[in-house]
């Protein structure tokens, strides 16, 4: 049962934006550390980015540094990835996932770390 729906994914080219959103009809947002994930084909799924359940704690994937941007709007029960400068290299299907937690500010980046997942939205960069 899929309890986490992503949007936003398509075709772009190098160097272009995207943005991606994550929401629920059936969990509530106020309880979880939200992450990203991307699997690239023939890769294993990979930590992209995280926030804390109030929003102010953040944490990037090396790779992603400086170039994506998660967010959350709790009253719209949405998580947000920028995507800016994209590149070939972030070619993947991206995944949302929901980690329960009582802590504000914790943040997950392990895929086993996280209970809740969606079936994820294909990026693709051309060159």
């Known amino acids: 049962q899929v309890q986490l729906v992503e949007s936003g994914g398509g075709l772009v080219q190098d160097g272009n934006s995207l943005s991606l959103s994550c929401t629920s009809s059936?969990?509530?947002?106020?309880?979880?550390?939200m992450g990203w994930f991307r699997q690239a084909p023939g890769k294993e799924r990979e930590f992209v980015a995280a926030i804390g359940r109030s929003g102010g704690s953040t944490y990037y994937a090396d790779s992603v540094k400086g170039r994506f941007t998660v967010s959350r709007d709790n009253a719209k029960n949405t998580v947000y990835l920028q995507m800016n400068s994209l590149k070939p290299g972030d070619t993947a299907v991206y995944y949302c996932?929901?980690?329960?937690?009582?802590?504000?500010?914790?943040?997950?980046?392990?895929?086993?770390?996280?209970?809740?997942w969606g079936q994820g939205t294909h990026v693709t960069v051309s060159s």
């Open positions: 996932a929901a980690r329960l937690t009582p802590y504000k500010t914790f943040i997950y980046s392990a895929t086993r770390d996280y209970e809740l």
């Open positions: 059936k969990v509530s947002f106020n309880n979880y550390t």
